[in-house]
Nanobody, 126 residues
Framework: QVQLVESGGGLVQTGGSLRVSCAAS????????MGWFRQAPGKEREFVSA????????YYVDSVKGRFTISRDNAKNTVYLQMNSLKPEDTAVYYC???????????????????WGQGTQVTVSS
């Protein structure tokens, strides 16, 4: 059983930057591909980014490519999402999730993940 706790959300102005973190416990972090999703008010939760176990392979949704960077520190059992050039449309609750050990296209959808954090709010003001 893996427990995930997100942190680092907050309020930032358009064009600003924020880094959210997700600390894992209760399992072998390095055995899991990790992902970030987000859910804006009134919308379904959507995929944002994913990273392989080693950190060598990543996915991004088109809307964040070039602005967001996912990374992980397996020694610290933590995955990060660095968000730059933030826009009001990035406002959402951001969730991290832990998936299986193998890199696959299912990491772009919720069913590719077994464990979820509680989320952290990111608000971008215009």
């Amino acid at each position: 059983q893996v427990q995930l706790v997100e942190s680092g959300g907050g309020l930032v102005q358009t064009g600003g930057s924020l880094r959210v973190s997700c600390a894992a416990s209760g399992g072998t972090f390095s055995m899991h591909c990790m992902g970030w999703f987000r859910q804006a008010p009134g919308k379904e939760r959507e995929f944002v980014s994913a990273i392989s176990r080693s950190g060598g392979t990543t996915y991004y949704v088109d809307s964040v490519k070039g602005r967001f960077t996912i990374s992980r520190d397996n020694a610290k059992n933590t995955v990060y999402l660095q968000m730059n050039s933030l826009k009001p449309e990035d406002t959402a609750v951001y969730y991290c999730a832990a998936g299986g050990p193998f890199w696959a296209t299912t990491l772009k959808v919720e069913k590719g993940y077994d464990y979820w954090g509680q989320g952290t709010q990111v608000t971008v003001s215009s």
